[in-house]
């Protein structure tokens, strides 16, 4: 099959880099060590751009750096990184509304740091303390896009919404519990959010955050 | 059955107004006009205080004064009152997010206001232009309790909650679409709020607010 | 207040112009025709930039336009327009599953165009017959961006964001019936997508997809 | 960032307790030993009246109180506590249906003390035998408020809001199975409840019931 | 096809009676007024018991009388009714919690009253005024089951399963708005009633527990 | 767009037929008779099989027929066919659970009809009364495959699905009310059978089984 | 408070066995050895009919017998027994589908035997090999009531309820996996069954099964 | 019980293979080891045919293998297989959308091959690389019928609907996270795909998936 490689666990796309300017990027649950090595190495040698594997525990990273030399490993971000790229002049603010949502924070700031974004956390500025976030609106203006990060009601992506102009990408967490149900409540809240323009991603994903924000970094071709 | 008058179609309590400080109020969906007059009458009877039926459309409540005089109908309320209560010195401030809020507003104002709860009205003040909730701040705090309305996301009473001290008492509406899911959304986004000690109360219901903000001034006996 | 005008049955808010460069868009559905056209005359008063108010049904947008000269009205798009902007210079591709998806469409287009978007519409090119969607790769990837929508199991929002490599906005349509839970199904499936960095707004939600766009065309200050 | 202070692993908020009366309160579930101590050290610090950590298992408790000294901890209610207050002259009788929701009552009882209300605590008063609770009337009605803990099917809340006349602060459990859906069933059961005025706050939030007491006693400024 | 008899529009179960000491009940909607005749006619000459079809609108309710004669229409129950039982000595006591149980009510005390039954019923005891529920306790405890209609939080048949020992048949109505979700809220309450051994049948089918009730008069063979 | 017609309203799949060996369906619901007439007018010039378009009022048929001639209206399928297929020799047995099935019933026999497929009708077997089930045994067995439509619990189709051996297709239908969830009930007791091997399609697709039905008397190339 | 003890960790109700018949049965889970054994005690003291403790492990099931003497425990059922009650002469038949559902079987069958029913046990007799249950028939007809158990679809419910005249009990189970949603499915499928006149208990509950049953034994007084 | 044997833990259906042509299978989960040796030898002795049992873990599969010889455990399917069929014909293509969904995939395969079918394995051709699936068209066109699985958005079910004529079997997997719902997100979109004639199965059912693609081989009688 051309365009790929079927290593017997996973058929490795290797069209991705010069249809979407990335390589594909490895998700580890659920993949041995060896999998996510072997996989890493196809990915290495077949493109030129940054390679990264996510949600990958730390037993298991050390394994595959041991295996493919050349790597990183962010153990708050769960992220395994090899050819991380060159900042490519876009600042991307990863914003939280409490402590609870920080590890999505950091897989958020992570990826998007690996694809060269350049980015700034502003950390625990929950609606319930309104000053701290209008404190950082300056921050928030100053970047060219936006991840607000927010669980149980998820109220930080509308009013971040209507404090900047510039992309808004929500990520509803699963912070909380009883009627937060695992980050539906701020799913639904996000989408549904009184400030116009704001664009939503999977429940706890950083990752489909820091994607999302680098996309805007391409045009048209 | 003592403590009630069975009137064939409806059983009226006539302990409520001993036990609680105020008779009961007729719910109007469902209720022919016949009997909505018939319960008002007999609760004017048996009772002292105010009387009140909600959810009165304007034809039906035309026919229910018509035959049961000294009444008032708040048509965009659709509340039916009999012997409004004087002022008992509690304010409780109505705020809403946006204008489709309106009509539970108006009856969460009026039932209060019939009982006896003097009411501010601060209209419109969603958080996507947060600078018209942070001026009416000083409004929010001046009163004794306060109501939120918001549909959508409901970050409204989020907020609010974050800004004042006293009670606040949430109501979610079924104000927009698609992932609103018919007000389920501001529901569990305001049980889930960040700022502590808010309270809810049943999607739309203007009424369960007042009635709760009215508890506010009862006291142990 | 200051920054918002409070008519009475609406509070204006006058900084959105200033604040997000664009001024606050009205949202129809609830709201009488003078209400309507009160809010859009204080708008063009306050400020400079283009006016909208959508999903007016109409006969309402006749009587709106009659009382508000200037303005111009999209049946297929609900919308209402005063002062259009000028092409910024950002081409946004609207691509639709199949013919019911087609108002949700026309409001997307309708609204990106009118705050200065170009827009490409490409039209019914679900993923049972593959080759359609192939076959407008090219004009999906000279696109800025793109903005997908799709009801039942939405899954073009997957195949058009492996196509190209600029954000993708998914809209999620209430088409279908039964296990389409009136668009939470597709709603579901473009937020769980296995194309990376692809974001979703609310269902049927033409509108916040234009919004998301034009924040694509909005930078840091 | 004025009025609020950047420990790295959170910003405290500092205004809180000017703007509310109460410092803010710690959520000790996802935060380190170290991190609940250097956010309540530096929240005695920085404010004057009593600090709380919530949800602390007792040998994280046992490390922080090592660390921060004058702290007292209740196992039952998993709280940690500073500096509590003086009684304030509100009673808040706190009621159960059942066995079951003893932890819960523990929480809002704990947390209500350490605010500074006096607290009464009638137990396991179910509705399957109504004499329990009618038995205990009298001390429902001699409180300033009533918290209602019940699981299930939530019952008890209707019942004692038709007993009193004093704000009812209902909180669901999770206690249960199959039907109770992990206390989603109780939540719906008390936010319908046929006695008029009765609020409602998360499943499982003894918490969030304490605070809304506490906002009982809290006036305008 | 023996023991059935094929009408071209239904196939009629003819064993029924001797299956179930009952002929077949026709369920009224969808159904044109030519085929319910037909059905009935054939039951009626098939079998020697009561006749029934539920739900049927007065106007087709005329209609099929004028066709088929010897029968009776309760308007109330929506209940068509041809040869009604003779009472066989069982007293089912019918309760509703309010006003608009009324219609589930009348269907369920019709069909039991025309299958032999002898129904008393109970009306409007909600537990928000708990005397009256009380003050009906004898009357409860004196028939040989009871069926509970109510709707909103259906408290009213954990309280009456709490006083009466026989056979108690809950049915919650669609009674409510918000949160009450069309019935499903009574319904999970009262499958998770803390009152042991209370049965439940669907949403708002009256039906189904005169049905249920009739089935305590049947023994084994 | 090579292999589609682009008319405007619609974007015609033209190579359906030589990938799928049938011409694209047209589906009725949100088209006008203009439409319609369209799209069937180019599906017959380009193809050479059946041409369908489901779900269409008998007024839209009327208009369609006259403005493309050749065509057959079944009115309680709501179905329009031009050119129907030749009878291929594969004969489907539809059953019915009861008579609020027969309007899907009548769609998927329709359908299947005029693609060639041979339909028997074994209607209102519904489980309550086995014998009528058991009855058709013989004629389920003689059938190449089995459409089973079913609402409420939708156990007919594991009843079925126990009795035969050939492909068993499960359709719910939204027949029911309360608990019957508009059809949810019987998707979801379908697909959790204990029969093994039955499918399913979505809810009230008649359409969708036929097509599943037709799928069976293809073969590879 | 008259009727019922306060043992500082419950309340127990003395009035129960007079009230209903029955001593107050004790819920296991969450509560102490010592717990269990002071409530048992009580009850013992205070009443003269059987007392049981359900869903006890075995281990606390081991204290608990030796802290209180005279008790028999059920492993398959986790029930203890004190004075289990004379055979009183009703037959409950209980019925699965299949093997999974067979630890609730064990309590329904368990607990009724211990409040004086006689259990007959029909097993593993789901409908998709129809014949094991016609082949039960005259078993199933012989009994005074019936108990059906059953997960995934819960069609023998359905089943069973066409094939006998007497009360029928349906209790879902959490047997199956993903559609099964851990019982709901076969919850709403019985709750819709078309065999009329079914009851239904809560998920796993072949305790409230039982209790249903021995309620069927109770009469008026 | 004549055509079943009764072993006390379970009721073996012996005439399932006269029925259906396939003796019956045994589920695996909550049987013991002795339990499920004692059914198979059961089934071995009574039957000519294939013998089955699923989601059996190596510990378990081991002592059964000891004790009932001549089988074979496939530990990737998590399957038993004693006297496997004969090849007869049929190729099944069984695809996946991604490399976590490759033990349903192995069940499914397993199953099939172990009643007779041909099974080709399509792995890790998700939709967001269409080149992949697009390259695989004539693998799958050459099957007589195809088992599509995947997760998250399931897009790959309309997808491959669309390429090929033959049956498609979707199997929607709980593969993802967030709004992948455990595969409900799947599944509801397979159910809705815009490919007409797909059937789905229960979530991870790879079994069911199997066993209706056996169905396709069976004929009438």
């Known amino acids: ?11 490795v796309d ?23 090595a072997g996989i890493v190495t196809t990915l290495l040698d077949r493109n030129t751009g940054p390679v990264l ?9 050390a394994d595959v750096l041991a295996s493919v030399p050349g790597g990183r490993y962010d153990q708050a971000a ?9 900042p490519i002049g876009h600042t991307v603010a990863v914003v939280t509304a409490g402590t609870a949502d920080g590890p999505v924070a950091a897989e958020a700031a992570a990826v998007a740091a690996a694809l060269g974004l350049t980015t700034t956390l502003i950390r625990d500025v929950g609606v319930a303390g309104l000053h701290r976030v209008l404190a950082a609106t300056a921050d928030l203006r100053a970047a060219d ?6 669980g149980m009601e998820g109220a930080l992506a509308s009013v971040v919404g209507g404090l900047v102009e510039t992309p808004v990408i929500a990520v ?8 937060a149900l695992e980050g539906v409540t701020a799913l639904l809240a996000m989408l549904t959010s009184c400030a116009a323009g704001i664009t939503v991603v999977n429940i ?11 996309r805007l970094t391409r045009g048209p071709r």
């Open 14 to 36: 290797l069209e991705r880099e010069s249809r979407q300017g990335l390589p594909e990027i490895v998700y580890g649950p659920g993949k041995q060590v060896n999998e996510i």
């Open 204 to 214: 706890d994903s950083g990752f489909g955050a820091a994607l999302a924000a680098y």
């Open 145 to 150: 896009s936006v991840i607000v990060i927010a």
């Open 1 to 11: 099959m051309s365009g790929s490689k079927d290593l017997g666990y996973a058929r």
């Open 53 to 61: 594997a996510t949600r990958v525990e730390p037993g298991a990273a």
């Open 172 to 179: 509803p967490t699963s912070t909380g519990y009883g009627a």
């Open 78 to 86: 769960r992220l395994l990184v090899w050819r991380a790229a060159e």
